[in-house]
């Protein structure tokens, strides 16, 4: 039988709900504050059986907090994924059909690139291309902007990547859409958009990952396939590309109401 919910556990899916997306750090926070509001038990290290508790009930409505990891630096973050629709179709009620459209073809960009990022001049220059609705280049900007807010896309330099929310939403899709392009990391085993791949046997790592794995070998070895790594081992600062923008806030005149 499942756990019982509380008003802290529907506080706390509440204010998710309300971002889409939450970094680890924030998100032990909401905990600690949500069950402080409402008087049950906490415990720092009990976040993830916390999140457990609201998935039992949140299963029938094909609805999960899933865990994932932020390319740009590792981090973990926590999302609100639907698990009803795996197709990128579960956007289409946001958007209209010539942005989807757009959105559709920036993803080919990102997944069709090396480097897993776009620049927005080849991702302009396909906006009077779309076969649904041509849009004017300053039409494509404005929903650059969108996607980067609602948290679909990150951009940094003018160059746009998937966000983290993205990924951890859409991977079953990218990885069927993408087959010739998209794995998962052989360290954390979650889709890697950013990645290296090894030469000999084309296993791929998160950048994270990478720098995480080698950090203690003098030569760095494919965990796969045992040959010399031939990438640059990422440095220790990475740019925190994909953060999710925004605070939360959960203040006791925050109410919800009980179920």
Known sequence: MAAQMTDAHRRFLQVLM????????????LH????????VYYAHDKLD???????????????????????GDGRAHYALVNLAETEITKLASDY??????????????????????????DILNLADQLKTKKMKKKEAEQMLKVFVENKWLSER??????HTRCIMEMEQYILTNYPDTARKCNIC?????????????????????????FKAQTEPRCPQ????????????CLR?????????????SFTLSAR
């Open 240 to 252: 925190d590309s994909q953060s999710p923008s925004g605070t939360w806030r959960a203040e006791k």
């Open 32 to 39: 600690k504050c949500c069950c402080e509001i409402h008087k």
């Open 96 to 121: 209209a059909e010539n942005e989807l459209e757009l959105f559709k073809k920036t993803m080919d960009l990102i997944m069709l690139s090396e480097n897993g990022f776009a620049s927005s001049t």
């Open 225 to 236: 396939c045992n040959t010399t790594w031939s990438c640059d081992i990422p440095g220790a």
């Open 49 to 71: 059986h916390f999140i457990t508790t609201i998935n039992s009930h949140l299963q029938p409505l094909f609805m999960q907090i899933r865990k994932g990891m932020s390319e």
């Open 157 to 162: 330099n003018g160059e746009y990547t998937l």
């Open 189 to 213: 085993h979650t889709l890697a958009v950013q990645s290296q791949v090894c030469e000999s046997c084309g296993t791929g790592m998160h950048l994270p990952c990478v720098r995480k794995y």
């Open 18 to 29: 309300s971002h889409g997306i939450m970094e680890g750090s924030e998100a032990r926070k």
